[in-house]
């Protein structure tokens, strides 16, 4: 298909699930503090693709499990449509771990509603898995940035707002996680801005990593240990997918 012609067809339904997305969020699904939270990210190989690993913590955001799911993307990127070229190898990752907890939020690294059309990454898969979902970013993509604060004292601190300029609604809270890093936080589906930003002020754990929550930074850190574990021939997808990789420490990239 001509590049234009699905440019303009994924256009269309992101819209939709925009409105869905925005929808969701009258609708919370999160009544008790979770159980569980599953970060999801996404490495590349430079042979065999995308490499999608689900990390899932504890409520206090230590590691307990994790999951991987390796393939080719469906569609080459484009800009402001990663969600059609990710989000279906992150919802094959998440699987596994889909019944490990009962009460559970899905991070991802991305965005959710602070989108030009309200459908970040994190929308897509919270609306598919029907769970409570939040993006966390580094860099904006969309909306009016307002500061809050003329400086933090101590981090994380919440330093400012993104402001939907077409609706003047609040898109994301942004949080320095640490002096330098900065980071975009915006409900994805099913949660409200404000226990999205609570969710991720509890998993900034500085001392384990200065940039982004505990869930994304282990799912970030595996994916991308497997995509070089890949590029070397030191495994195989075939051993990934049958959990035969005892041998490796994933997370310590020493090892790796």
Partial sequence: MERNTLRNILLRAQYRIGTLALDS??????????????????????????????????????????????????????????????????YTAYQELREKCENQVV????????????????????????????????????????????????????????????????????IFASKRNKIYVSPGAYISLQKATKIILSLLQPQISPRMPTPIYYADKISRNIARCLDRGDCNPTAIRRGVLDSINLIDNTSI
Avoid: W
């Avoid at 969020?25 to 995308?50: H, M, Q, V, W």
């Avoid at 898969?125 to 009016?144: D, E, F, T």
């Avoid at 400086?151 to 077409?166: F, H, V």
């Fill in 25 to 90: 969020l009258n609708k919370p699904s999160l009544t008790e503090r979770p159980e569980c939270f599953i970060g999801l990210d996404a490495s590349y190989s430079k042979k065999y693709g995308a490499v999608a690993v689900a990390a899932l913590t504890d409520a206090y955001g230590n590691i307990k499990s994790y999951s991987i799911a390796v393939g080719q993307p469906p569609i080459e990127y484009i800009p402001g449509l990663l969600a059609f070229r990710e989000a279906p190898i992150l």
């Fill in 107 to 174: 991070l991802v690294d991305g965005h959710g509603i602070a989108h030009p059309r309200y459908a970040g990454i994190a929308s897509h898969l919270g609306l598919a898995l029907r769970k409570p979902s939040i993006g966390a970013a580094k860099r904006r993509l969309y909306g009016v940035e307002y500061s809050l604060s003329r400086g933090c004292r101590q981090y994380p601190c919440i330093a400012g707002e993104l402001i939907d300029p077409k609706a003047s609604r609040k898109l994301a809270t942004i």
